[in-house]
């Protein structure tokens, strides 16, 4: 079974600062995908950023990018120019590629808080 | 509809007592997802359908837990003699369709239903 940490409960940062979100997985499968979902106090969860693993290129969105590094399976999410917007909790997530049924498991989350 | 509408948005009931939470995904979407997140925690799966079918209800933690999605659309997760311990967000995800493929598999989500047991 594929597991997902986030070993930081809480993170803050000065609006237009940058932050970077870690996130460690263990799994025995070698084709899967990764994302980041924001969820707001609405609960509805986000999709920020995804990544696929067979791409060694870490996928960027706008203001948000991602290093991925599969060897030591990690895959931290980068937030440049920290807007009071990005306020949220993000949870990092695996999907299987090898079988069907497209579950999500995902990490404990952690809760950012922008400054202003 | 637009987006992934679940209701109700909050229902508080009594220990013991049957509860059904609805779930109407995407036009269009094969694939539904149930997951469960309880306080401070990521969410957890449920159980996922394809069509009309459970094609995997391995996240359900006992008996008392069941859903349905008799048309291929609506889906109803159904919890019998409600505990304390099920009080959680109950969020429901769907997708074009279920598979490995990428382009066609991001998942949506509602907003939830928080269910609190007294």
């Known amino acids: 079974a594929q597991t997902v940490t986030q070993s930081q409960p809480e993170m803050s940062v000065q609006e237009a600062e940058t932050v970077t979100l870690s996130c460690t997985y263990d799994?025995?499968?070698?084709?899967?995908?990764l994302f980041w979902y924001k969820q707001p106090p609405s609960r509805q969860m986000i999709l920020v950023i995804r990544q696929e693993a067979y791409k060694q290129q870490n996928a960027t969105e706008n203001r948000f990018s991602v290093n991925f590094q599969k060897a030591a399976k990690s895959f931290s999410l980068k937030i440049s120019d920290s807007q009071l917007g990005d306020a949220a909790m993000y949870f990092c997530?695996?999907?299987?590629?090898?079988?069907?049924?497209?579950?999500?498991?995902f990490g404990e989350g952690t809760q950012l808080t922008v400054n202003p | 509809g637009a987006g992934v509408s679940q209701t109700p948005s909050n229902k508080v009931t009594e220990k013991g007592k049957y509860v059904e939470l609805r779930c109407d995904p995407i036009s269009g979407h094969t694939a539904l997802y149930w997951y469960r997140q309880s306080l401070g925690q990521g969410p957890e799966f449920l159980i996922y359908?394809?069509?009309?079918?459970?094609?995997?209800d391995s996240g359900l933690p006992n008996d008392r837990f069941f859903a349905v999605r008799p048309e291929g659309s609506v889906s109803t997760l159904k919890i019998q003699r409600t505990e304390r311990g099920d009080s959680a967000v109950y969020l429901c995800a769907s997708s074009a369709r279920g598979g490995t493929g990428f382009l066609n598999t991001e998942a949506f989500f509602g907003q939830g239903t928080r269910l609190t047991v007294v």
């Open positions: 799994t025995s499968e070698s084709d899967y995908y």
């Open positions: 359908f394809q069509g009309t079918g459970a094609a995997d």
């Open positions: 997530a695996y999907r299987s590629r090898e079988t069907s049924g497209s579950r999500l498991t």
